[in-house]
Structures are given as structure tokens and as C-alpha cells.
């Protein structure tokens, strides 16, 4: 049966690549030459984290030095979001295009998922999760390869297990991808992986995915193009420091807590809020975290050079981004910090879905701009389409909308579904089930388990400290309605 499928979705993706429309031009005066192929796309994704983990988007205790240097050729997104609070349904709205609560992927949960924390009496009975992306699902790997381009992945895959891995959708060469959400053997090597050979023991796990894709780059021919999927399992737990640099984070936290002393009659502020039935980091201040952050960063910096080095990069669309909010919320606080959003991973608040978003096309006119327009995971597959000039595919693309548009200057998009996230499910962060729907400056959570509804006017309230919805009954039954 899944040779069947397998076949007839190869079958209807060459007929649309044979139909699919030329690329698209170049602007003339953004990039040096009009390419004489397709162009590259490497998408980075990185695990658990959230807006405020990088300097360029106000932190500062993490530095991300080359990420701050990219995004100044790029296209920042200051409101950008994941697909939902955790990380393999905003996986499979990513490779898809679709929400994740359509009943064709109906991954509503992180695979396998799993209950509350002790503190939390449950009332609510979770509809069934898928624990695979279904193989009818016709990935942007699938869509792109039809279309003549490698493809490839290294990192976190977690859509499922034997049968359902990258190379079952559409990726040509898997470094790591596999079942689990977590690095099984830790950040150093061995990395007991069964989807990735070991290295030298004390090999760091997310130096050892670069230098897969940088090979790849390097041996790539110029008339090909390529589709890499760079998934780090950084920063997700467990929170192991990169040795390289944890000296320095020991050093900025130490003074950062003198400081904090200072400022607060020689003691240390709290550094968590409670937040429902969880606790809230609201205070920066890990080093091993920080140190975490730095390496990917470090790694990225590698990445672009490789592509520069190679010719690549003006014919490379990138892409830049987490998959939900930092871990801020658990029972005793997460290990990061979301602040000044609420909550963290695992919450339809600002802190568990908003990430950051950094995209450079070569092409692309409003490069070094940064843009207000919300978007989110689900819009990456029909902008990756447009890009590349490939005939979406059938029922893919359906809840997300092309960025183009705001890539090259204009201040809208049009969306023919609102962005909304569904998480009907207990997490261990304290978590109930919610739902959310963002239009606009409004947004609304609908608390399942509370019984309660939030409204937010994000403009004015970025916090969500202000729950409007009693004193705005319209919005809040308008907004209710759409969801």
C-alpha cells in the first residue's frame, strides 16, 4: 500500500513539474545577475527556540553576532510564528503548508505526546494524535525534487518512526533524522543515533550537522539546484554546554547577577512568575543555555561562508527559524526566558509560538528591512513554491499564504484561512487545552480547560497582562466565531 502511494504521488508530482511555471525573475537592481537556474534553498530550523533567544531580537545575555549580521541582509520578522506551541505539528505545517489540525495530518501534539504535569487535574479528554506525517502529504522535498532539485536533510526530523522517515518524504540523504525529539546520546558524540554514524567521542552534535550540509554545499554541481533542510536538535533539552564557550557565560552571568543585586537592595529578584499551573523564567540567566545559542550561532556564521565560498549565496534563498517558543514554563521555570512575552514552549501565549523569523532571497527588494506583518509556519511552503517557480501541488499550501509579496516591500498578505493554533492537549509545562487566533493586532485564547476566554490587544499589550475580553464582548464573539 505505501509502495502504491509512494508511486502515485511521484507520478502527480512530474506531471506538475513538467507544467511548472519558469522561475521567477530578479529585480534588477537586488542582485548582480539573473540566475540561469532555479534557485538554492537552505531552511534552518532550530529546536525550542523562541523570539527573544537571539540579540537581534532585544536579548542580551545570548549573542548571536552572525544571525544579528545575517538579518541585516535579510528580511527580519518581528512577528513571527511557529505553526503551534510544539514542535512536530509545526514540523509537519512547515514541510505541508497546512495547519496541522486539518484531519489529513491531525498531529496536534509533539509525537507521542504525553500527559500534565502532577499539579493538574484533567477535565478535558484529548482527541487522538497521529504519531506519523502521512506519506499522502506531498512534502515541499517531494514537490522540489519532482521539480529537479536535491534534496536533503541533517538534524531533528520527529514526524514519525520506521516507514516515515526524510528519506519517505522526499529527501534524498537523511544525517539524523529519525523518531525522537532529542539528541538520544546527548550533544556529544557518541550520538547513539541510528540515522547518523558516530564521530570521534566529544564530537558536538550541532558541528557535526553543519559539516554534513557544508559538504553537501561544496559538492553540489552549480547547474543543480539543491533543497537543504538543516533541523538542529539545539537548544532542546537536554541543556548540555557547549564546552567551547561556557566560560564566557559563566563569567556574563555572574555579573549580570551582581548587577541584579545592585539594582534590587543586594538580593536577587525573583527570576520566575507563576503562569497558571506552570512557573515562568522571567529573567535570562543560563549560561549553558546561552553558550547552547552561541554555537548554533557559530554555526551559522559557517554555513553562510560556505555558501559564499562556494558561489553560492546569491543564488540561495534562507530561511531562519524555531519551531515554537522557548522552554520559559515549567513547573519550577524553564531554563530560558520569553520576557516580555507570556509563558513560554507549550502555550498558545506569545512565549510559546512566537519565533524568530529571518528570511534573504538574493532577489528580493526589501532585503534589510525588518517587517510587522504577522506570518507563520504554514506560509513557508506556498513562499518556497512561488520562489522556485514549482506548480503547487494538490491540496498542499491550503492555511498559508506566499511572503513574497513582503519580501519585496509590500506592508500585507492576504490569507484566505486566519492563522490560528490548536493545541487541545495537558503539557508537562502546565499547559491546558487552548486555542488561539491572531487577526490583526487582536488575539484571543480559548481556554478549554479554564473555561475562559482571553483577549488581547497585542499593539498595546505585547505582555497579554490585559484580558480584555469581558470588556469587549464583540470582539471577543467575532473572534470566537473565526476560530
Given at each position: 500500500?505505501i509502495?502504491r502511494?509512494s508511486?502515485?504521488?511521484?507520478?502527480?508530482?512530474m506531471?506538475?513539474?513538467?507544467?511548472a511555471?519558469?522561475?521567477?525573475?530578479?529585480?534588477?537592481?537586488?542582485a548582480p545577475?539573473t540566475?540561469t537556474?532555479?534557485p538554492?534553498?537552505?531552511?534552518?530550523?532550530?529546536?525550542?527556540w523562541g523570539q527573544?533567544?537571539?540579540?537581534?531580537?532585544?536579548?542580551t545575555?545570548?549573542e548571536?553576532p552572525?544571525l544579528?549580521k545575517?538579518?541585516?541582509?535579510?528580511v527580519?520578522?518581528?512577528?513571527g510564528?511557529a505553526g503551534?506551541?510544539?514542535?512536530?505539528?509545526?514540523?509537519?505545517?512547515?514541510?505541508?503548508?497546512?495547519?496541522?489540525?486539518?484531519?489529513?495530518?491531525?498531529?496536534?501534539?509533539?509525537?507521542?505526546?504525553?500527559?500534565?504535569?502532577?499539579s493538574?487535574?484533567?477535565?478535558?479528554?484529548?482527541?487522538k494524535n497521529?504519531?506519523?506525517?502521512a506519506?499522502?502529504q506531498?512534502?515541499?522535498?517531494?514537490?522540489?525534487?519532482?521539480a529537479?532539485y536535491?534534496?536533503?536533510?541533517?538534524g531533528?526530523w520527529h514526524?514519525?518512526n520506521?516507514g516515515?522517515?526524510?528519506?519517505?518524504?522526499g529527501?534524498e540523504?537523511?544525517?539524523?533524522?529519525?523518531?525522537?525529539?532529542?539528541?538520544?546520546g546527548?550533544?556529544?558524540?557518541?550520538?547513539?543515533?541510528?540515522?547518523?554514524?558516530?564521530?570521534p567521542?566529544?564530537?558536538?552534535?550541532?558541528?557535526r550537522?553543519?559539516d554534513?550540509?557544508?559538504?553537501?554545499?561544496?559538492?553540489?554541481p552549480k547547474d543543480?539546484?539543491?533543497?537543504?533542510?538543516?533541523?538542529y536538535?539545539?537548544?532542546?533539552?537536554?541543556?548540555?554546554?557547549c564546552?567551547r564557550?561556557?566560560?564566557?557565560?559563566?563569567a556574563?552571568?555572574?555579573?549580570?547577577?551582581?548587577?541584579?543585586k545592585?539594582?534590587n537592595?543586594?538580593?536577587?529578584?525573583?527570576?520566575t512568575?507563576?503562569?497558571i499551573?506552570?512557573?515562568?523564567?522571567?529573567?535570562q540567566n543560563?549560561p549553558?543555555f546561552?553558550?547552547?545559542v552561541?554555537?548554533?550561532?557559530e554555526?551559522l556564521?559557517?554555513?553562510i561562508?560556505a555558501?559564499?565560498?562556494?558561489?553560492q549565496?546569491?543564488?540561495?534563498?534562507v530561511?531562519?527559524t524555531?519551531?515554537?517558543?522557548t522552554l520559559a514554563t515549567?513547573?519550577?521555570?524553564?531554563?530560558?526566558s520569553?520576557?516580555p512575552l507570556?509563558?513560554?514552549?507549550?502555550?498558545?501565549?506569545?512565549g510559546?509560538?512566537?519565533?524568530?523569523?529571518?528570511?534573504r532571497?538574493?532577489?528580493?527588494?526589501a532585503?534589510?528591512?525588518v517587517c510587522?506583518?504577522?506570518?507563520?509556519?504554514e506560509?513557508?511552503y506556498?513562499?518556497?513554491m512561488e520562489?522556485?517557480?514549482?506548480k503547487?501541488p494538490?491540496?498542499?499550501?491550503?492555511?498559508?499564504a506566499?511572503?513574497t509579496g513582503?519580501?519585496?516591500?509590500?506592508q500585507s498578505?492576504e490569507?484566505t484561512e486566519p492563522?490560528?493554533w490548536?493545541?487541545?492537549?495537558y503539557h508537562?509545562s502546565?499547559h491546558?487545552?487552548?486555542s488561539?487566533i491572531?487577526e490583526g493586532d487582536?488575539k484571543?485564547?480559548d481556554n478549554?480547560?479554564?473555561?475562559?476566554q482571553f483577549l488581547?490587544?497585542l499593539?498595546?499589550?505585547?505582555?497579554?497582562?490585559?484580558?480584555?475580553?469581558?470588556?469587549n464582548?464583540?470582539?471577543?464573539?467575532e473572534l470566537?466565531?473565526?476560530m
Open positions: 500500500m509502495q502511494r508511486f502515485l504521488k511521484t507520478a502527480s508530482l506531471a506538475a513539474a513538467a507544467a511555471p519558469r522561475a521567477l525573475a530578479h529585480c534588477g537592481s537586488c545577475k540566475p537556474k532555479k538554492n534553498i537552505l531552511f534552518v530550523l532550530v529546536d525550542d527573544q533567544d537571539a540579540s537581534c531580537y532585544g536579548s545575555f545570548y548571536t552572525n544579528d545575517f538579518a541585516k541582509e535579510a527580519r520578522f518581528t512577528d510564528y503551534h506551541p510544539v514542535c512536530s505539528p509545526t514540523r509537519a505545517a512547515i514541510l505541508t503548508g497546512n495547519n496541522p489540525v486539518r484531519k489529513e495530518i491531525n498531529i496536534t501534539d509533539w509525537i507521542p505526546g504525553a500527559g500534565p504535569n502532577k493538574v487535574r484533567i477535565k478535558i479528554i484529548a482527541p497521529e504519531n506519523q506525517l506519506l499522502e506531498v512534502t515541499i522535498a517531494e514537490a522540489l525534487k519532482a529537479g536535491s534534496t536533503w536533510f541533517a531533528k514526524l514519525g520506521k516515515f522517515f526524510p528519506e519517505h518524504q529527501f540523504v537523511n544525517h539524523g533524522g529519525h523518531h525522537k525529539g532529542s539528541p538520544p546527548g550533544y556529544y558524540a557518541p550520538f547513539n543515533n541510528p540515522k547518523l554514524t558516530d564521530s567521542d566529544g564530537t558536538y552534535l550541532p558541528d550537522l553543519t554534513e550540509t557544508i559538504k553537501l554545499i561544496k559538492a553540489q543543480k539546484p539543491f533543497l537543504a533542510y538543516l533541523s536538535y539545539t537548544v532542546h533539552t537536554p541543556i548540555q554546554a564546552k564557550h561556557i566560560k564566557k557565560f559563566n556574563k552571568r555572574d555579573v549580570l547577577h551582581e548587577k541584579l545592585a539594582e537592595g543586594g538580593k536577587m529578584p525573583p527570576t512568575k507563576p503562569e499551573f506552570g512557573k515562568t523564567r522571567v529573567i543560563n549553558a546561552a553558550s547552547m552561541y554555537a548554533m550561532d554555526n556564521g559557517r554555513l561562508k555558501l559564499k565560498d562556494s558561489g549565496y546569491d543564488n540561495t534563498i530561511y531562519i524555531g519551531d515554537n517558543g515549567l513547573g519550577g521555570g524553564g531554563p530560558s520569553a520576557y507570556r509563558a513560554g514552549k507549550g502555550w498558545c501565549f506569545e510559546g509560538i512566537r519565533v524568530p523569523v529571518i528570511i532571497d538574493p532577489r528580493a527588494k532585503n534589510g528591512t510587522s506583518v504577522p506570518v507563520y509556519a506560509d513557508y506556498s513562499t518556497i520562489q522556485a517557480g514549482v503547487m494538490k491540496g498542499q499550501g491550503l492555511d498559508g506566499s511572503l513582503l519580501l519585496n516591500g509590500k498578505v490569507r492563522m490560528v490548536h493545541y487541545p492537549r508537562g502546565g491546558v487545552p487552548s488561539a491572531r487582536w484571543l485564547v478549554y480547560h479554564l473555561e475562559k488581547f490587544n499593539k498595546d499589550d505585547i505582555g497579554e497582562t490585559k484580558n480584555l475580553a469581558k470588556s464582548p464583540k470582539k471577543t464573539a470566537l466565531k473565526k
